[in-house]
């Protein structure tokens, strides 16, 4: 049972276009989200987070929004830039902020096109 | 600052045999977790150590253990391997009690054949 779902496996978006990466959870206990991007041969990196208590949180060209009712997180890029070409994991945790068990969605391939 | 590092970063193993990866947080961090990433998924949570004891554990089995030394740096041994242990295997650091977000090291990729 997936409890952190990311639904689309990948993106193609142009360059200096948004970016929108879109993550689904079940899993009501979960109280703090991650996005981590990942380059091939590399360990994730994080990029940003939210607490439950929040519904946006922003930095820099990144922002994610959390709706809470809808169980539901994006991560927007704004403007994407071909750097940005990377697998993006959501993860969850709860009850332990960062230093708890994260939970894992599948991941999703962002191609940006120059 | 040398953040996580995993040693080594590619195996080869037979099945049945066992494999130690390891892991040294990053610095200022007491706390780590390790996680396996098969193909084409995203990182499982195996377990976690703080004040060389395990904290906190995922689903896998007995076969999957670890050890924490007094410098925070970790060791997860897999006994009797199989061909499905065959993945990247990620170490995370973070600090007991504070902060943001762990820090993952590059992994190790073990393969069983």
């Known amino acids: 049972d997936q409890q952190v779902k990311q639904n689309s496996p990948s993106l193609s978006v142009q360059e200096g276009r948004i970016s929108i990466l879109n993550c689904d959870y079940t899993?009501?206990?979960?109280?703090?989200f991650l996005w981590y991007k990942k380059y091939p041969a590399e360990g994730p990196t994080f990029l940003i987070s939210?607490?439950?208590?929040?519904d946006k949180n922003e930095d820099g060209r990144f922002t994610v929004f959390l709706n809470k009712s809808a169980k539901h997180l994006s991560l927007h890029i704004v403007p994407s830039q071909p750097g940005d070409s990377a697998v993006y994991f959501c993860?969850?945790?709860?009850?332990?902020?960062?230093?708890?068990?994260?939970?894992f969605g599948k991941g999703i391939t962002l191609s940006v096109r120059p | 600052d040398a953040g996580v590092t995993q040693s080594p970063t590619h195996l080869i193993k037979t099945r049945g045999q066992q494999v130690t990866l390891r892991c040294s947080p990053k610095?200022?961090?007491?706390?780590v977790s390790w996680y396996q990433q098969a193909l084409g998924q995203g990182p499982q949570f195996i377990f976690q150590?703080?004040?060389?004891?395990?904290?906190q554990r995922g689903n896998f089995p007995d076969r999957f253990s670890g050890h924490q030394f007094p410098n925070y740096s970790s060791e997860l041994n897999v006994n009797a391997l199989l061909l499905g242990d065959s993945a990247l295997y990620l170490c995370?650091?973070?600090?007991?009690?504070?902060?943001?977000?762990?820090?993952f090291g590059q992994g190790t990729r073990l393969t069983v054949v």
């Open positions: 995370a650091s973070s600090v007991q009690g504070g902060g943001t977000e762990a820090f």
């Open positions: 899993n009501s206990m979960f109280d703090y």
């Open positions: 939210i607490s439950s208590i929040k």
């Open positions: 993860a969850a945790s709860a009850l332990g902020g960062a230093n708890s068990k994260l939970t």
């Open positions: 610095s200022g961090h007491d706390t």
């Open positions: 150590y703080y004040e060389e004891e395990e904290r």
